[in-house]
């Protein structure tokens, strides 16, 4: 198991940036696929981003690309999202996922999730 811990939500008007951090502590955080995922209330959870455990390989939602972008640093455990061009529609709280190895675009394939953080754009 890895226990993780988000950061860097925060209120921000249509257009600005924001950056996620993920903080990752127990197992060896190299050996874990990273996802991102978000939630608007009264929606589903759904898929964000991912990343490999090595950090070669990404996946965005349509919705994202071209305006987030994924990342690691293995040796300080923490995965970042960020966010540009931000839109109200990317309202939401954020969570940050681990799986062991592969990376999924699936919830449920995720063992390990943080507590979210609250991510509001204004219009």
């Known amino acids: 198991q890895v226990q993780l811990v988000e950061s860097g939500g925060g209120l921000v008007q249509a257009g600005g940036s924001l950056r996620l951090s993920c903080a990752a502590s127990g197992r060896t955080f190299s050996n874990y696929a990273m996802g991102w995922f978000r939630q608007a209330p009264g929606k589903e959870r759904e898929f964000v981003s991912s990343i490999s455990y090595g950090g070669g390989s990404t996946r965005y939602a349509d919705s994202v690309k071209g305006r987030f972008t994924i990342s690691r640093d293995n040796a300080k455990n923490t995965v970042y999202l960020q966010m540009n061009s931000l839109k109200p529609e990317d309202t939401a709280v954020y969570y940050c996922?681990?799986?062991?190895?592969?990376?999924?675009?699936?919830?449920?394939?995720?063992?390990?999730w943080g507590q979210g953080t609250q991510v509001t754009v204004s219009s």
């Open positions: 996922a681990a799986r062991k190895f592969m990376m999924s675009i699936w919830p449920r394939e995720y063992d390990n």
